[in-house]
């Protein structure tokens, strides 16, 4: 009988691989669901980059400033 190496391991850099493997069934999905699932992660990322962007562009001033949040929310209840 032959001796596993990498104490049965198919690599020696297991977490490199099942990562790998990962983002390879990201790329070729088989199932119908599989597909609708990688459809709908990547509209979910277009989505938050466009509103990090939006929020964080650089010549923008502040939608909401602290004393119209304040109006909105009304008094404090804290003692």
Not at 5 to 10: A, D, I, P, T
Not at 43 to 63: G, N, P, W
């Amino acid at each position: 009988m032959a001796k596993a190496e990498n104490n049965g391991l198919k690599s020696g850099r297991p977490l490199a691989e099942s990562l790998a493997d990962f983002v390879r069934a990201g790329f070729r999905p088989r199932t119908m669901l599989a597909r609708a699932v990688v459809t709908v992660l990547v509209i979910k990322l277009v989505a938050v980059t466009a509103m990090m962007i939006f929020q964080h562009y650089e010549d923008r001033s502040a939608i909401a400033d602290p004393a119209g949040v304040a109006f909105r929310l009304g008094p404090s209840s804290a003692p």
